[in-house]
C-alpha cells in the first residue's frame, strides 16, 4: 500500500529554469509534509518541509506547495543549479501512538543539466 | 550540526551469517528508527523505537529482525540470519519528538549478502 506516491521516477532540466518534483499522497491523517534530497552512498538529508495547515512554505530557492484538496504536494525548484542533481523523496507523516510515523515515496531522480 | 553515526559503512556477510548494524542518533533525540533501501527501489520502513521499546514496526520487520538501545547512545538492528534478499542500504534516523519534526537520517550501511 503506497500511501506516498512520487510518479515521476526521473527529471531532466536545463540550469537556471524551474525545477517542478510532484508527489501525491492518500492518507488525510498525513499533518506533516517532508522532501529529503539524497546523493548516491549517502544518507536522506532534510530539504524543506510544510505543514497540513500551511499551502506554501518557502526556503531560499526551495518552495513546497500543498494542495490538501488535491491530496498533492509539490517542490519547486528556482533557479535549478548543476549541484541539485540528486534523489528527491517526499515523505508525510502522521501521529501513530506516542509519535510521529513517516511514509516515503519512491524518489524522483532530478538532473540539472549545465 | 549534530549527526547520526552509522557503522560500519559497508558490510559482506554469507547468507545465515548473523549482522549487527549500529547508530549514535543525535543526542536529544527521542525516537529512533531504522528504514532500508534495496538498490533501484524505494526507501522502506523497518521499525520505530521509542522509550526503550518498539513502537512500530513493518511487515519486512519480522522474527529475524530485532533492535536494541543496549548503552543509552547506540541504537542496533540485527539480522540474526541473512538472506540475499537483506542486501540493501540501511538507514538510521531519529527525531526528537512528535509534532512537527524532522527525522535525520544516517549515511545508511550497505549491507551485500552473498
Known amino acids: 500500500d503506497q500511501q506516498v506516491k512520487q510518479n515521476s521516477p526521473s527529471l531532466s532540466v536545463q540550469e537556471g529554469r524551474i525545477s517542478i518534483l510532484n508527489c501525491d499522497y492518500t492518507n488525510s491523517m498525513f499533518d506533516y509534509f517532508l522532501w529529503y534530497k539524497k546523493y548516491p552512498a549517502e544518507g536522506p538529508t532534510f530539504l524543506i518541509s510544510?505543514?497540513?495547515?500551511?499551502d506554501k512554505n518557502e526556503d531560499g530557492r526551495f518552495t513546497v506547495f500543498l494542495n490538501k484538496s488535491a491530496k498533492h504536494l509539490s517542490l519547486h525548484i528556482v533557479p535549478s543549479q548543476p549541484g541539485d542533481s540528486a534523489v528527491y523523496f517526499c515523505a508525510a507523516s502522521a501521529r501513530i501512538g506516542t509519535g510521529n510515523q513517516f511514509y516515503f515515496g519512491t524518489g524522483t531522480s532530478l538532473t540539472v543539466i549545465p | 550540526e549534530p549527526e547520526v553515526t552509522q557503522t560500519p559503512s559497508h558490510q559482506v556477510t554469507q547468507m545465515g551469517q548473523e549482522v549487527i548494524l549500529r547508530c549514535v542518533p543525535i543526542?536529544?533525540?527521542?525516537?529512533f528508527y531504522w528504514y532500508r533501501q534495496i538498490l533501484g527501489q524505494k526507501v522502506e520502513f523497518l521499525v520505530s523505537f521509542y522509550n526503550n521499546e518498539i513502537s512500530e514496526k513493518s511487515e519486512i520487520f519480522d522474527d529475524q529482525f530485532s533492535v536494541e538501545r543496549p548503552d543509552g547512545s547506540n541504537f542496533t538492528l540485527k539480522i540474526r540470519s541473512t538472506k540475499l534478499e537483506d542486501s540493501a542500504m540501511y538507514f538510521c534516523?531519529?527525531?526528537?519528538?512528535?509534532?512537527?519534526?524532522?527525522?535525520?537520517f544516517g549515511a545508511g550501511s550497505r549491507l551485500t549478502v552473498l
Open positions: 510544510i505543514s497540513s495547515i500551511k
Open positions: 543526542s536529544n533525540h527521542l525516537y
Open positions: 534516523a531519529s527525531s526528537r519528538g512528535t509534532g512537527a519534526n524532522v527525522l535525520t
